[in-house]
């Protein structure tokens, strides 16, 4: 396993204990036939350096895509938040259909990278994260990698109207993504655990975990749908959605912290602007 970190000038690999200064562009690991390879030889002639006090979203000219209704919680969910909307069936049909769900989210400028600032809608009344394992995937349509995701959401607009869903989705600061990208040769086990923390005032007002076993399609299926009639010269990230969901009486307000963990990638922090 390789934790890629991305820093203000340089990229810093982490690998077997030791940290190095990977002298190449995100980009070009994301176009890489076979990004671990790659990565490999490169540490081969690499020199060591410190890992990065403030490291940055991993991210470079990727554009970063979700997958929606992919736990069966989600599908509650949604199903609940869009009662009165006639979304019912809606999401009960998407979740028991084999085509996915799959919509667009942030292009780079719009996604925050670790410590940094997520937003929530200044027209909107209620306010969730979504903490998300999210895929690597190089511009072959090959999973190389994962890294930590948060899919901001504004669930009252998204419950109004399923046709609303890019405005309680796509916005600045919709997005997070870190605080680095997991670059490994095997799949993640299934037993892989996502935790959400939200924290007010010093306090937790809320905590839940899940676990990637409980998401009902396989990765690789996403990835083959969202590269059908699709091209990412520069590779993509795509949010697998999330099955951890605050109650209906918490919303962020300013000045939350927001704390998603997955083992063994780390632990993304955002605070709510």
């Given at each position: 396993?390789?934790?890629?970190?991305?820093?203000?000038?340089?990229?810093?690999?982490?690998?077997?204990?030791?940290?190095?200064?990977?002298?190449?562009?995100?980009?070009?690991v994301?176009?890489?036939?076979s990004?671990?390879?790659?990565?490999?030889?490169?540490?081969?002639?690499?020199?060591?350096?410190?890992?990065?006090?403030?490291?940055?979203?991993?991210?470079?000219?990727?554009?970063?895509?979700?997958a929606?209704?992919?736990?069966?919680?989600?599908?509650?969910?949604?199903?609940?938040?869009?009662?009165?909307?006639?979304?019912g069936?809606f999401?009960?049909?998407?979740?028991?259909?084999?085509?996915?769900?799959?919509?667009?989210?942030?292009?780079?400028?719009?996604?925050?990278?670790?410590?940094?600032?997520?937003?929530?809608?200044?027209?909107?009344?209620w306010?969730?994260?979504?903490?998300?394992?999210?895929?690597a995937?190089?511009s072959?349509?090959?999973?190389?990698?994962?890294?930590?995701?948060?899919?901001m959401?504004?669930?009252?607009?998204?419950?109004?109207?399923?046709?609303?869903l890019?405005?309680?989705?796509?916005?600045?600061?919709?997005?997070?993504?870190?605080?680095?990208?997991?670059?490994?040769?095997?799949?993640?086990?299934?037993?892989?655990?996502?935790?959400?923390a939200?924290?007010?005032?010093?306090?937790?007002?809320?905590?839940?975990?899940t676990?990637?076993?409980?998401i009902?399609?396989?990765?690789?299926?996403?990835?083959?749908?969202?590269?059908?009639?699709?091209?990412?010269?520069?590779?993509?990230?795509?949010?697998?959605?999330?099955?951890?969901?605050?109650?209906?009486?918490?919303?962020?307000?300013?000045?939350?912290?927001?704390?998603?963990?997955?083992?063994?990638?780390?632990?993304?922090?955002?605070?709510?602007?």
């Amino acid at each position: 396993m390789i934790h890629l970190y991305s820093a203000n000038d340089r990229l810093v690999a982490v690998a077997d204990g030791l940290t190095y200064r990977i002298d190449m562009t995100l980009d070009e690991v994301f176009s890489a036939e076979s990004p671990f390879a790659l990565l490999m030889t490169r540490l081969a002639k690499a020199n060591s350096t410190t890992a990065p006090a403030n490291p940055r979203a991993p991210i470079q000219s990727q554009e970063v895509w979700a997958a929606g209704v992919t736990y069966y919680r989600s599908r509650t969910a949604r199903i609940e938040e869009s009662a009165t909307a006639g979304g019912g069936s809606f999401y009960d049909r998407v979740y028991h259909a084999e085509r996915p769900e799959l919509f667009f989210k942030a292009t780079p400028h719009r996604v925050a990278g670790p410590g940094e600032q997520v937003r929530i809608r200044r027209d909107s009344k209620w306010n969730v994260p979504e903490p998300e394992l999210t895929l690597a995937i190089n511009s072959r349509g090959r999973i190389f990698g994962y890294t930590v995701g948060n899919d901001m959401s504004s669930r009252d607009i998204e419950g109004e109207n399923p046709l609303y869903l890019p405005q309680a989705k796509v916005y600045m600061g919709s997005a997070a993504l870190g605080p680095a990208l997991l670059v490994t040769e095997k799949p993640l086990p299934t037993t892989t655990a996502i935790a959400l923390a939200i924290r007010r005032e010093g306090s937790e007002i809320f905590a839940g975990t899940t676990t990637i076993d409980q998401i009902k399609r396989s990765f690789n299926s996403l990835a083959d749908y969202l590269f059908r009639e699709n091209e990412f010269p520069h590779g993509c990230y795509l949010m697998t959605g999330t099955g951890i969901i605050p109650p209906d009486s918490i919303t962020l307000k300013s000045g939350d912290e927001i704390r998603i963990t997955i083992d063994p990638i780390g632990t993304l922090v955002n605070i709510v602007a």
